[in-house]
């Protein structure tokens, strides 16, 4: 009996149209007596611009239009949607879930729909989910989203994060067949480091306990990063049975330009392999992942056939990969 696979049959994705760039920013946060400047950001992180949404803007609006893209890039219609994962640590709401709502705004109904809540590398998480549900014959066409209004979280008078991040969303259509495909994923998480990267704060008795700002201690999320993601590289490779010379493209989370390069350089592979983005969307955290393959497959760089790496780290610390063929 032939295996059954899970293949990416479609990718999109959508930012908001407010694109501000590090000078921008730095004048707007030397008003409010913050002082930045956007050559300490291109030098530390290699961040230029990211997308802002606009207050009436939630990840469920950018999520639909990125879902929308990527359904007409695998010709699939909403309707044959039979399972819908978004990833995001800004949802419309409390609840229900994003994906609930994203839902019916592609106007179906009937299908799961939940969100999976693994901050910067919770489409990784979204996407191991979609392929052993696909594997397992749960699904066969499925729509994993992440999905960031990242803005919103962010503390404006701290300059240690609020010039890091961004707003976005990608997506992918994800649909059983015969042949790879997604080879292998590789997941983990260690909750004694919650405190390094955190949004301390949730809602009782009718207001906001805690602090509801991101809060990051930079360089230990940078140590674990770099250490993590070659773990998980190096696992989900030996899962599919392959080497660092099959990949053909690192597609990493967009944090920071100098973690994705020591990756690279752990895994022997010339920068030229490793699709770039951080530089015009910062980080948009669960949609950095599938904006940035999005970004790869429309601008010619990813072609069918190629073999890619997909990996993030993120608060938890959560992190993983994701081999597939493309
Ligand atoms: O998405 C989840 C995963 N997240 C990450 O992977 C982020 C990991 N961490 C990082 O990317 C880096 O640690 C940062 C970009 C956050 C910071 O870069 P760094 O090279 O580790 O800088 P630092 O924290 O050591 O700060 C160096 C200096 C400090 O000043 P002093 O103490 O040396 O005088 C900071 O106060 O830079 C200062 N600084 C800034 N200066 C201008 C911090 N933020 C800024 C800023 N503008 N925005």
Not at 103 to 117: E, S
Not at 260 to 277: D, W
Request: proline share 4%; aromatic share 4%; with cysteine.
């Amino acid at each position: 009996m032939t295996r059954r696979y899970s293949r990416i049959a479609g990718t999109g994705s959508f930012l908001p149209p407010r694109r501000v760039t590090n000078a921008e920013l730095a004048a707007d946060l030397a008003r409010c007596g913050i002082e930045t400047s956007d050559e300490w950001i291109v030098e530390r992180t290699g961040i230029r611009a990211r997308h802002f949404a606009d207050p009436d803007v939630a990840s469920s609006d950018l999520g639909a239009e990125a879902a929308r893209r990527a359904l007409a890039a695998a010709g699939v219609q909403p309707g044959e949607i039979d399972l819908i994962i978004v990833a995001t640590s800004t949802p419309d709401v409390v609840f229900p879930s994003t994906a609930a709502i994203l839902q019916h705004k592609l106007g179906i109904a009937g299908c799961p729909a939940f969100d999976v809540q693994a901050v910067c590398s919770g489409f990784i998480h979204a996407l191991a989910v979609a392929d052993a549900m696909i594997q397992s014959g749960a699904a066969s066409k499925s729509l994993v989203v992440g999905a960031e209004v990242f803005s919103r979280i962010l503390d404006f008078s701290d300059r240690t994060t609020c010039v890091l991040f961004g707003d976005g969303a990608g997506a992918v259509i994800l649909e059983a067949s015969g042949w790879p495909g997604i080879l292998a994923t590789d997941l983990h998480a260690d909750g004694g480091l919650v405190n390094i990267l955190c949004v301390p704060g949730n809602v009782a008795g009718g207001r906001v306990l805690g602090d509801p700002f991101v809060r990051m201690e930079g360089q230990l999320v940078f140590k674990h990063a770099i250490t993590v993601l070659g773990e998980t590289a190096r696992a989900v490779l030996a899962k599919a049975g392959k080497t660092e010379a099959d990949i053909d493209w690192l597609v990493p989370h967009q944090a920071n330009i100098r973690i994705m390069l020591g990756s690279a350089k752990k895994l022997h592979l010339p920068p030229e392999k490793m699709i770039v983005t951080v530089d015009q969307h910062g980080n948009t955290s669960a949609a950095s992942v599938p904006l940035a393959l999005d970004s790869g497959v429309r601008a010619g760089q990813i072609k069918r056939g190629q073999t890619l790496l997909l990996e993030a780290v993120g608060g938890g610390l959560t992190w993983g990969a994701v081999l597939a063929v493309f």
